[in-house]
C-alpha cells in the first residue's frame, strides 16, 4: 500500500529491474487477482528471508504496506509499517471488526493512480472497518493478538486482502476502478516510454 495522492503526473520513481538491489514490485495484471496465498506452516530461516525482502523492497518504493505476493511468494507474509514501525505479519486474521471509515487509497501494485481518480478529492474513497481485533504470527512463529484502529487498520486490511488476491479497486464501483485502471494504463505506457528496461510483472 502507498499514499499516493492520484497526482496527474506518472510517478517515475519505479525502477529499472537492473537497478534493483531489491525484488521489483508486480504491478497489477488478471494473474495476480484471487489467487489465495499459501499459509506458512514451518517457521525457519526462509521466514526471515521473506521478511527482509519484503522489508527492503517495501523501503526502497517508499510503501506503507507490502504482501508477499506482490513481489512474486504467494505465502500468507505481509509487511507494513503504517506509522514508521515495521510489523512482519504472518497467516493474519481479522477477528473481530467494528465502525466503518472512508479513505483514499493506493497500492505499489497500481502505481500512478490511486482511488482518488480524476475528479478530486472527495471520489473513489473505501470503506474499511475502523477497528479490527487481529491475530497473526511473527517471524519466530510466535502468536499475536492485537487491536488496530484507524490508519492501522486500514492498512491490515490492505495487506491481508492482498494474501486472498484481492486489491483495494475490487471496493469501488466501476466507474472508479474504471479511472484508476485508466490512470495505470497511462502510467505503464509513459514509463514504457522512458524507460528502456521497465518493471515487468
Ligand atoms: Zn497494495
Same mark, same amino acid.
Not at 522489508?55 to 506503507?64: A, E, F, I, K
Not at 510489523?87 to 487509497?105: A, C, H, M, Q
Given at each position: 500500500m502507498?499514499?499516493? =495522492?492520484?497526482?496527474? %503526473?506518472?510517478?517515475?520513481?519505479?525502477?529499472?529491474?537492473?537497478?534493483?538491489?531489491? +525484488?521489483? @514490485?508486480? #504491478?497489477?495484471?488478471?494473474?495476480?487477482?484471487?489467487?489465495?496465498?499459501k499459509p506458512i506452516k514451518v517457521? =525457519?530461516?526462509?521466514? %526471515?528471508?521473506?521478511?527482509?525482502?519484503?522489508?527492503?523492497?517495501?523501503?526502497?518504493? +517508499?510503501? @506503507?504496506? #507490502?504482501?508477499?505476493?506482490?513481489i512474486g511468494l504467494f505465502v500468507q507474509a505481509?509487511?507494513?509499517?503504517?506509522?514508521?514501525?515495521?510489523?512482519?505479519?504472518?497467516?493474519?486474521?481479522?477477528?473481530?471488526?467494528?465502525?466503518?471509515?472512508?479513505?483514499?487509497?493506493?497500492?505499489l501494485s497500481l502505481p500512478g493512480c490511486s482511488s482518488r481518480g480524476n475528479r478530486g478529492p472527495n471520489l473513489g474513497r473505501l470503506f474499511r472497518h475502523q477497528k479490527i481485533k487481529v491475530e497473526y504470527y511473527d517471524v519466530a512463529g510466535e502468536r499475536h493478538e492485537e487491536e488496530l484502529k484507524d490508519f492501522d487498520a486500514r492498512v491490515f486490511q490492505h495487506e491481508e486482502e492482498h494474501l486472498r488476491?484481492?486489491?483495494?479497486?475490487?471496493?469501488?464501483?466501476?466507474?472508479?476502478?474504471?479511472?484508476?485502471?485508466?490512470?495505470f494504463r497511462m502510467f505503464k505506457q509513459f514509463y514504457a516510454k522512458n524507460v528502456s528496461d521497465p518493471v515487468k510483472a
Open positions: 502507498n499514499l499516493s =495522492d492520484g497526482a496527474a %503526473e506518472p510517478n517515475l520513481s519505479m525502477p529499472a529491474v537492473h537497478d534493483l538491489a531489491c +525484488d521489483p @514490485v508486480l #504491478l497489477w495484471e488478471p494473474k495476480l487477482c484471487k489467487v489465495e496465498c517457521f =525457519d530461516d526462509e521466514i %526471515e528471508s521473506i521478511r527482509k525482502r519484503l522489508l527492503t523492497s517495501m523501503v526502497y518504493y +517508499d510503501g @506503507v504496506g #507490502l504482501a508477499a505476493p506482490q505481509a509487511i507494513m509499517r503504517p506509522n514508521g514501525t515495521e510489523k512482519f505479519i504472518v497467516n493474519p486474521k481479522i477477528l473481530e471488526r467494528d465502525g466503518s471509515s472512508r479513505d483514499v487509497e493506493g497500492c488476491g484481492l486489491f483495494f479497486v475490487d471496493h469501488l464501483s466501476n466507474i472508479y476502478k474504471d479511472r484508476v485502471f485508466a490512470r
